[in-house]
Every structure is written in structure tokens, then in C-alpha cells.
């Protein structure tokens, strides 16, 4: 069991938004930015957020962050097949001195 | 571009040592840039962090395999490793290295470790 719990699923149709949440506690999230991560079945994870709210180079304006307290949240605006995938939360641990990732969830474009 | 490829053997009995190395191209692991990570995900299920070093030789570990394990750095070639002893069949995963600072993020391609007899 993860210590950041995301919720095992989401869904939305085509072209609507969908929002992934990741709830952990002060000494991960509550202290630390949070970073997401986008995974292909049979694909390494991809970059998607750092810093909280931060897109890499390369990466559409259609996927945002935001932190609120012990939780962050992925927005997914304008959803199209291609999003079909598992998203994952990332954070340091400052207690632990060591990384989390959150349980993953997976998101289905209907 | 920062290239990885993880190499090792693919197959590892319980109770030996699991040892990856990670080939880094593109980057000079002594420029100090980058976290080097390793990071398994078990067929099916989701990322586990394994740990991380620093181009110093300074690193941080997943505590529930702190005991086991040791990641090292070689700078001479270039690369840096990941020792885990004991392994059992829960520690049959998609093996990957990467490489992290900020919005800079590469991946290996992977490499599958079965742990069996």
C-alpha cells in the first residue's frame, strides 16, 4: 500500500477534463513538490508535471498541477484516446529521505 | 539528449545477487547535473523507487531495501550500478534506470529480472 493514495481509476469522454488527485501527508507532499508521471502500457513513464505545476519542454498546456496541503491534483483538459493511460504521482519523502510514487491510476478516454 | 540502457542478467536464482549496471551516454555522470535513480515496476503494478545517487557518490535508499541493496557510481565509464542481494520472486520487475533534475527526465528502455530457480 502506497503511502500517496490516488484513486485506481478515472473516466471521461472525449474532448472533457478529468482530474487525478494524490493524497499524502506533511513530510512528503506537505513539505515537497509534486511531480506526475504518464505511462504507456509497455512504455517507460514520461515526465508530465514537476515542481507542482511545471510542464517540461514539449509537453501540451492540456495537462496542469496544482498542491493544496498534503494533496496535488493532474488536470487532463480537452481528453483525447491517446491520454489512455496509467498516471502516476511522485514526491520526496523528507522523513524517509526517499522517494514515493503514488499507487498509480488509470485513466479510460470513453 | 541523455541516453540510458540498463544491462544484467535477465534471469537470477533466489537467495543470489540481482547486479544492473547503467550505461550513460550523452551526459557525463561527473558533471554533477543529474539524480541517477533505479526504479522496478512488478508486471502489472505500479513504480517502486529503489534509490538514487549523486555524481559524488552520496545516495539515498528505498528503506524497506536498504538492507540489500547498494548503488554505485563509476565515472570513468561512465555508468552507475545496482546491487541487491537476497532476491526473492518478489523482486522479479521491470528494472529501469533514469536520469533526473527538475523538468529533465530520461529513461531506459528497461530491462525484465525474473528471480528464479
Known amino acids: 500500500q502506497s503511502v500517496l493514495t490516488q484513486p485506481p481509476s478515472v473516466s471521461a469522454a472525449p474532448g472533457q477534463k478529468v482530474t487525478i488527485s494524490c493524497t499524502g501527508g506533511?513530510?512528503?507532499?506537505?513539505?515537497?513538490?509534486v511531480s506526475w508521471y504518464q505511462q504507456v502500457p509497455g512504455s517507460a513513464p514520461k515526465l508530465l508535471i514537476y515542481?507542482?505545476?511545471q510542464r517540461p519542454s514539449g509537453i501540451p498546456d492540456r495537462f496542469s498541477g496544482s498542491k493544496s496541503g498534503t494533496s496535488g491534483t493532474l488536470g487532463i483538459t480537452g481528453l483525447q484516446t491517446g491520454d489512455e493511460a496509467d498516471y502516476y504521482c511522485?514526491?520526496?519523502?523528507?522523513?524517509?529521505?526517499?522517494?514515493?510514487f503514488g499507487g498509480g491510476t488509470k485513466l479510460t478516454v470513453l | 539528449q541523455v541516453q540510458l540502457q540498463e544491462s544484467g542478467p535477465g534471469v537470477v536464482k533466489p537467495s543470489q545477487t540481482l547486479s544492473l549496471t547503467c550505461i550513460v551516454s550523452?551526459?557525463?555522470?561527473?558533471?554533477?547535473?543529474?539524480?541517477w535513480n533505479w526504479i522496478r515496476q512488478p508486471a502489472g503494478k505500479g513504480l517502486e523507487w529503489i534509490g538514487r545517487?549523486?555524481?559524488?557518490?552520496?545516495?539515498n535508499h528505498n528503506p524497506s531495501l536498504k538492507s540489500r541493496l547498494t548503488i554505485s557510481v563509476d565515472t570513468s565509464k561512465n555508468q552507475f550500478s545496482l546491487t541487491l542481494n537476497s532476491v526473492t520472486a518478489a523482486d522479479t520487475a521491470v528494472y529501469y534506470c533514469?536520469?533526473?533534475?527538475?523538468?529533465?527526465?530520461?529513461w531506459g528502455q528497461g530491462t525484465l529480472v525474473t528471480v528464479s530457480s
Open positions: 533514469t536520469a533526473q533534475w527538475l523538468g529533465e527526465d530520461y
Open positions: 550523452g551526459a557525463s555522470i561527473s558533471s554533477g547535473h543529474y539524480y
Open positions: 545517487i549523486y555524481a559524488s557518490g552520496s545516495a
Open positions: 506533511r513530510s512528503n507532499i506537505g513539505n515537497n513538490y
Open positions: 515542481d507542482n505545476n
Open positions: 511522485g514526491t520526496w519523502d523528507s522523513n524517509l529521505s526517499a522517494w514515493l
